[in-house]
């Protein structure tokens, strides 16, 4: 069936540093995209989210990018922080399905201080 | 405001029994999806109700069930317990039916042993 994956497990980056984290997805049928961050021992926090007839989306600190020829969706965040310290998921949202939000594998962003 | 609660937090089954999981949806909140995360699978959607009533249904067995009340509150029953059912057990709430912006509780830690 339809998935939406994750480039690299793990992502680490110095603090201060930009941050980019990328996912492929394969239902060019998708309504919306979605960037979730799932730290330790809590559920999902919701980041940001873009429509699919847009391409770039900002929001506090984090920029989300989608290129719907290479079906790629990323999420950029600006000068890394400690708390940023988590595991990202993509995930992808069909109307006209039955399989409300498909989440990606996720990766794992880790600050260097 | 209260975010999404989940109840109970930790929970250790045998095999072949069955359980009952709680998830409260933030308030004016209406509809409620369940997801199951393991390692192996990463998150994937179980079911959703909105106004009472399942909008969708992932791929899972009938073991599988689940029911929203009219104060929007919502339960998920597993029966028969399987060791492969051990799972971190996500709820998520949204204003609306499958809101992309859905807020998700710190999750039931299920054991099946």
């Known amino acids: 069936g339809e998935s939406v994956g994750l480039h690299l497990p793990t992502l680490s980056v110095q603090e201060g540093d930009n941050s980019i984290i990328n996912c492929a997805y394969s239902?060019?049928?998708?309504?919306?995209f979605i960037w979730y961050k799932q730290e330790s021992g809590k559920g999902p926090q919701f980041i940001i989210d873009i429509r699919s007839n847009m391409d770039k989306r900002q929001g506090q600190r984090v920029t989300v990018l989608l290129n719907k020829t290479v079906k790629h969706l990323s999420l950029q965040i600006a000068a890394t922080q400690p708390g940023d310290s988590a595991v990202y998921f993509c995930?992808?949202?069909?109307?006209?399905?039955?399989?409300?939000?498909?989440f990606g594998k996720g990766t794992h962003l880790i600050i260097q201080p | 405001k209260a975010g999404v609660t989940q109840t109970p937090r930790y929970l250790i089954k045998t095999r072949g029994q069955q359980v009952t999981l709680s998830c409260s949806p933030i308030?004016?909140?209406?509809?409620v999806s369940w997801y199951q995360q393991t390692p192996g699978q990463g998150l994937q959607f179980l079911f959703e109700?909105?106004?009472?009533?399942?909008?969708n249904k992932g791929n899972f067995p009938g073991r599988f069930s689940g029911r929203q009340f009219s104060n929007s509150r919502s339960e998920m029953n597993v029966s028969t317990l399987e060791l492969g059912d051990s799972a971190l057990y996500l709820c998520?709430?949204?204003?609306?039916?499958?809101?992309?912006?859905?807020?998700f509780g710190q999750g039931t830690r299920l054991t099946v042993v």
């Open positions: 109700y909105f106004s009472e009533t399942q909008r």
């Open positions: 239902n060019s049928a998708s309504d919306y």
């Open positions: 995930a992808e949202y069909y109307g006209g399905g039955a399989d409300g939000l498909t």
């Open positions: 998520a709430s949204s204003l609306a039916a499958l809101n992309t912006e859905a807020f």
């Open positions: 308030s004016g909140h209406r509809s």
